[in-house]
């Protein structure tokens, strides 16, 4: 888009005011402005026009140019605002340039002023946007960088998403921190960040959880002869491994503070003391950090460094969990199917039609790894060249009743809360509790009776009787 082109927003109560700044821009040269007296109008108004330069007055009826301002930038962080007001207050420049005003006008307007900030207002939008279209095509061409993710079997747009984020700070010194719950596949996103990252030493990774402080130092930075009982020789911690690589730390949740205070100094200074050394050592290995505890709050309890927390979480990752990606479940059955009958020496068998539906429908709280779990399981059950939903059942029973809940439940969970008020908005009967749970079992088995009442733990002629009985009215 040429210069003069590009779409301008103007926004002033007072229609004078807005006339002669259209006149002067358009005498400049400007060809595409959009002229408004109502504020309430802006932000439709910039979205519509896809507009990266807004002049507005602060005095305005209905919404204030501060609120508008505060609006706009919200949700366009890149725009180029230019405050035009009578208010000459330099209080209330300053917290317009606070709010990501570009520039602060007042009124009257001098026009060459007006002519020289709006220059310098479009020039900047035109670099902001070609620093984005570059940044998109970076992200792009990483696309054509897979393998590096071929571990993590997927098809959804989110992890897909989070590939490309990896491509793009795989490269930097900073550290990683990957967020997720159990089994969620965060350390297959930790050895895929070392892979992009070309990084020529080892991925080396730590489970930190249990550690006390005494072991995290002996484990991470080892330690001198004699630096305690027992400690014959000196011995190289796991950092020194990792020079030129990457170090895993995984459960940083539960770190103790001591051990906070020491992972602080590795990542701001890169350097460590050996237990029993009073001589610091240096690394230069790439930090990567994982937990599946809410590190925000653990900030707010006080159980873990608020400048610990800002240190670590320059590149964020986090991972949905499997049920907020039911999308995989198929990709996922196929490569852990033929994974067990790689492992079994067997051939693989066809999986029928309803395991899908069937396994769509689970909560998966310990999500791929439960999932994988199960398939191994089945596959092991199936005899019969078919994989079919009564070879899941067993494990499903046993993993629901670890997960706390009341038996088997074919429903949808969102894990967050999954009490039957939250299902049903109240709370319903058993009448109506064994109508969904039939419904969802037919559902789930496209109809066929015999398999919707295995699902239910009771006989086809059971099943055959309530139905009849209609329950389900
Ligand atoms: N997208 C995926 N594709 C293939 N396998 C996966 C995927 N996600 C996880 N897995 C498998 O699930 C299991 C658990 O993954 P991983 O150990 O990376 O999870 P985690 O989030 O680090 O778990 P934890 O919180 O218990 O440390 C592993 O066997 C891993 O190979």
């Given at each position: ?7 301008l ?5 007072e229609e004078?005011?807005?006339f ?5 821009l358009?005498s400049?040269?400007y060809?595409n ?8 109008q802006?932000l439709?108004?910039?979205r519509q026009?896809?507009?990266?330069v ?9 919404l204030?140019g501060?609120?508008l301002?505060?609006q706009?930038m919200?949700e366009?962080?890149?725009l180029?605002?230019?405050v ?10 300053i917290e ?11 009124k009257?307007f001098d026009?060459?002023?007006?002519m ?10 035109q670099?902001?946007a ?13 696309d054509?960088t897979?393998a590096?993710f071929e ?5 959804s747009?989110r992890m897909?998403?989070l590939?490309?984020y990896i491509g793009a700070?795989?490269q ?7 967020n997720?719950?159990?089994g969620?596949g ?20 730590i ?5 006390d402080?005494?072991?995290?130092s002996?484990t991470?930075?080892?330690h ?5 009982t027992?400690a ?5 911690g ?6 030129n ?8 949740g539960?770190?103790s ?6 992972l602080?100094r590795l990542l701001?200074?890169?350097t ?14 790439r930090?990567?950090l994982?937990?599946?505890r809410d590190l925000?709050?653990a900030?707010?309890d006080?159980?873990?460094r608020k ?10 990752v986090?991972?949905p ?12 059955l ?9 492992s ?8 029928s039609?309803?395991?899908v539906?069937?396994?769509k429908?689970c909560p998966f709280p310990?999500?791929?790894?439960e999932?994988?779990a ?6 092991a059950r199936c005899?019969?060249?078919t ?10 029973r ?7 809940t009341h038996?088997?439940?074919?429903m ?15 709370f319903?009967t058993l009448?109506?509790?064994e ?9 789930i088995?496209?109809?066929v ?7 239910l733990?009771?006989?086809k002629?059971a ?7 209609k329950?389900?009215?």
């Amino acid at each position: 888009m040429s210069f003069f082109q590009l779409p301008l927003v103007i926004i002033d109560d007072e229609e004078d005011s807005l006339f002669s700044a259209k006149v002067a821009l358009r005498s400049a040269g400007y060809r595409n402005i959009t002229t408004l007296c109502d504020p309430r109008q802006g932000l439709d108004a910039v979205r519509q026009q896809g507009a990266s330069v807004v002049i507005l007055d602060l005095m305005m009826p209905h919404l204030s140019g501060q609120e508008l301002l505060a609006q706009l930038m919200m949700e366009f962080p890149e725009l180029t605002a230019i405050v035009m007001t009578a208010v000459n207050d330099v209080e209330t420049a300053i917290e317009c340039m606070k709010s990501g005003a570009f520039d602060y006008i007042v009124k009257p307007f001098d026009k060459s002023r007006l002519m020289a900030t709006v220059q310098k207002a479009v020039e900047v939008s035109q670099l902001r946007a070609q620093v984005s279209r570059m940044r998109e095509s970076l992200l792009e061409s990483l696309d054509s960088t897979p393998a590096a993710f071929e571990e993590i079997v997927t098809q959804s747009p989110r992890m897909k998403t989070l590939f490309k984020y990896i491509g793009a700070v795989a490269q930097s010194m900073q550290p990683v921190l990957i967020n997720g719950e159990t089994g969620s596949g965060k350390e297959l996103f930790a050895r895929a960040v070392h892979k992009v990252s070309q990084r020529p030493g080892a991925f080396v990774p730590i489970n930190i959880a249990g550690l006390d402080d005494t072991m995290f130092s002996d484990t991470l930075f080892g330690h001198t002869k004699g630096a305690f009982t027992g400690a014959e020789k000196t011995r190289e911690g796991l950092l020194a491994r990792a020079q030129n690589g990457t170090i895993f730390l995984d459960e940083i949740g539960d770190l103790s503070e001591a051990s906070q205070v020491k992972l602080l100094r590795l990542l701001q200074e890169g350097t460590y003391y050996p237990l029993g050394s009073d001589t610091p050592s240096t690394t230069n290995a790439r930090v990567v950090l994982a937990t599946n505890r809410d590190l925000v709050s653990a900030v707010a309890d006080g159980s873990f460094r608020k400048d610990l927390f800002y240190r670590i979480r320059t590149h964020l990752v986090r991972i949905p969990p499997l049920r907020e990606r039911r999308e995989d479940i198929p990709l996922l059955l196929h490569h852990f199917v033929e994974k067990t009958a790689r492992s079994y020496g067997c051939e693989a068998p066809a999986i029928s039609g309803e395991v899908v539906a069937f396994l769509k429908s689970c909560p998966f709280p310990g999500n791929v790894r439960e999932l994988e779990a199960l398939v191994f399981d089945a596959v092991a059950r199936c005899h019969e060249g078919t994989l079919g939903v009564t070879h899941f059942m067993e494990m499903v029973r046993e993993n629901s009743s670890l997960h706390e809940t009341h038996g088997f439940s074919p429903m949808v969970t969102n894990g967050e809360g999954n009490s039957l008020v939250h299902l049903f908005g109240y709370f319903p009967t058993l009448k109506e509790l064994e109508a969904f749970a039939v419904s969802n079992a037919l559902d789930i088995t496209c109809g066929v009776q015999a398999k919707a009442a295995t699902l239910l733990g009771i006989s086809k002629q059971a099943l055959n009787q309530k139905l009849k009985k209609k329950i389900l009215n």
